[in-house]
């Protein structure tokens, strides 16, 4: 039986542009409240097609963020592998929660990626970040639900293309 491979280029290029959102600059005002969407789009992937999109797709997330911030090389990386740890962990579970109970685990784990990163900066002796690593998880709170609308018109759509992605 062959089958053709499916097309995952746009979840990669939703994961890809989402990492690239993350770099661009912003004013410090914008900048405090820019929310984590590199981190919400390895969570939604990784939650939703587990056996597509898991430690590896959120290790190469990673890298590509630390390599367009600039930051310190595996920090991200370590991070985002991380969540997507704990999110395949957990996706039967986390998957059929109401999306407020959704919205609080999301929040959760961009909580524990804030406090991965505050964790690094201190191992490596980088001043500490300030209220703006925490106003990111706010803001990554609250935008959930629309980050996870789109994405979910993603998904239905190439679900809809090719029946084996469900």
């Known amino acids: 039986m062959s089958r053709r491979p499916s097309a995952v280029w746009p979840v990669w290029f939703v994961l890809l542009g989402a990492a690239a959102l993350m770099s661009l600059p912003l004013p410090d005002s914008l900048a405090l409240v820019r929310p984590a969407l590199a981190t919400m789009a390895v969570i939604y992937w990784t939650m939703m097609w587990p056996a597509r999109f898991g430690l590896a797709a959120a290790w190469l997330v990673g890298l590509t963020l630390d390599v367009l911030q600039g930051d310190i090389l595996g920090q991200h990386a370590l991070a985002l ?85 469900g």
Do not use: C, K
Request: zero cysteines; a positive charge.
């Open 81 to 165: 592998t991380v969540i997507a740890y704990i999110t395949l962990r957990f996706h039967l579970q986390i998957r059929i929660f109401p999306l407020w109970q959704l919205t609080g685990a999301v929040f959760a784990l961009l909580a524990l990626e804030a406090f991965i990163h505050f964790w690094i900066d201190g191992v490596a002796g980088n001043p500490p970040a300030g209220p703006g690593r925490w106003t990111q998880v706010l803001a990554g709170g609250i935008l959930w639900p629309v980050v996870m609308a789109i994405m979910d018109r993603v998904r239905e759509r190439l679900e809809r293309r090719d029946p084996s992605f």
